[in-house]
């Protein structure tokens, strides 16, 4: 555990997992994983902590040697996967043995992230959970939530729901014990599915409530947008390799989020411009390249984690831009609907010219509508290159810098 310490501190990196040449092999608490660790709440990893000590760091470091990968695949570990010759934390949780954590923070704004519409769905919130250190991850990735159910076909416990960590590896209370989410609450008022009939709905924890309707309460979001500090929680994983930030402190970051898909956006963003773990010795930061975030949501009132970004687009001018479209409010020129697509139109030339850049990656997370938006705005100036715009991003898909992820 104190090798494991050492390694984060040295590598000063999320992925500490990724230990580079010169560090000493991966956190010795990963590698024994012994049985008889296990305590009552699931397959904890002995000194899993100290995996998550280590996981402090950034993603952003030279890649290790490939011989250290091959060992690495030649003995499967378990709870951990070489994605890039690197080991990262993966499903040492699983449904049938989920790690039971406490709930430490639901809503850390005043009331949710998000205010009232007048849309049924209207809410989405951040809640932080305690994993003790045993879940460790690192930014990018997602772990699953069992609700108690009953779910669709009346199944308890229900089936896991996937959720994209919205914290960066060290947690919100950088301690390297918290895990936290950003999660839509699913309301649906008379549609096609109900599992409250009219006179059933209650007031949710907002407020919220619609008895005069028959209504459909999605069964995980609810468990855990109603949740209050204390109240247990199931999880699964850690799990998800898509998403996972660059090695190379300056490579170029461009983020497409819509709605709750700011939440692996958030983890990076944390990472790079908030967390201890992402400050450099000269007192800036290890980051050196330049991110940009592009964000999509119906209204302003829905303008997740806005604070944040104002607070970084404050200090870090040069390295972070901020734009955002609110569809419901916005329109652009042509008089069109202002998704996130019609945003970054106004800036293709620009961001075309950063994808020509080996250095930068796209990460898109949120609705699936989102790919199909990238070829309506990037189509037109990949024709004018002499190029076909899917056959662009499947080239940069293969060179591992163009990262989706659409629910
Ligand atoms: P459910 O109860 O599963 O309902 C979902 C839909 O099913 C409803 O629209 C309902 O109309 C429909 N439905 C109801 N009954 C039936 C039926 N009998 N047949 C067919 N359809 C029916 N969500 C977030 O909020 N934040 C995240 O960060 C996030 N990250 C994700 C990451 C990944 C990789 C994936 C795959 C998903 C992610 N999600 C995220 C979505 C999340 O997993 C859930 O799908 C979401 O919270 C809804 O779950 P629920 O249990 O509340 O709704
Ligand atoms: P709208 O719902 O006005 O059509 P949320 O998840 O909070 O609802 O936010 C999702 C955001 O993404 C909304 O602003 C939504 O707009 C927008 N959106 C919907 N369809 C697409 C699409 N195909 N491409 C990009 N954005 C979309």
């Known amino acids: 555990m104190a090798q494991a310490a050492a390694v984060g501190a040295l590598l000063g990196a999320s992925t500490a997992f990724l230990a580079p040449s010169a560090a000493p092999a991966p956190a010795p608490a990963l590698r024994g994983a012994p049985h008889s660790s296990r305590d009552s709440t699931g397959p904890g990893l002995a000194g899993a902590a100290g995996v998550g000590a280590a996981a402090l760091g950034l993603g952003l470091l030279a890649a290790r040697p490939a011989a250290t990968a091959c060992r690495a695949a030649a003995v499967k570990k378990k709870g951990v996967k070489v994605v890039h010759g690197k080991e ?48 460790p991850y690192i930014e990018g990735q997602s772990i699953g939530v069992i609700a108690p159910g009953p779910d669709k076909k009346g199944e308890q416990p229900a089936k896991i729901r996937l959720y994209s960590i919205a914290s960066s ?10 895990v936290s989410l950003c999660v839509k609450r699913v309301v649906e008022v008379d549609g096609k599915f109900a599992n409250r009939q009219k006179g059933e709905d209650k007031p949710d924890k907002a407020g919220t409530a619609y008895p005069e309707n028959q209504v459909y309460r999605g069964v995980c979001s609810n468990h855990i947008c109603d949740m209050t500090p204390g109240d247990e929680v199931l999880i699964t994983g850690p799990t998800g390799a898509e998403m996972l930030l660059p090695e190379d402190p300056e490579a170029n970051i461009i983020m497409l989020a819509t709605g709750t898909g700011i939440a692996p956006m958030r983890s990076y963003l944390r990472l790079l411009f908030h967390d201890k773990a992402g400050a450099s010795s000269d007192g800036g930061r290890k980051f050196k390249g330049k991110a940009w975030l592009f964000m999509g949501v119906p209204y302003s009132k829905s303008l997740l984690y806005d604070d944040e970004h104002q607070t970084y687009k404050k200090a870090f001018p040069d390295q972070f831009r901020y734009d955002y479209a609110v569809s ?3 329109k652009n020129a042509a008089g069109q609907k202002m998704y996130i697509q019609t945003k970054m139109a106004e800036y293709a030339e620009e961001l075309w010219e950063m994808m020509q850049d080996e250095k930068t990656h796209v990460y898109m997370c949120g609705l699936k509508g989102m790919e199909s938006g990238m070829a309506e705005c990037f189509g037109p100036i990949a024709e004018k290159n002499g190029l076909v715009w899917a056959e662009f991003a499947k080239a940069m898909k293969k060179a591992d810098r163009y990262h989706v992820e659409v629910y």
């Open 88 to 135: 990262i934390p993966w499903n040492l949780f699983s449904p049938k043995a989920p790690y039971q954590g406490k709930v430490v923070e639901n809503d850390v704004h005043k009331q949710t992230l998000t205010e009232p519409t007048g849309d049924a769905n209207w809410e989405t919130t951040h809640v932080t959970f305690d994993h003790g250190g045993k879940v």
């Open 328 to 330: 419901r409010e916005q």
């Open 169 to 178: 590896a060290v947690g919100d209370d950088q301690t390297s014990k918290t």
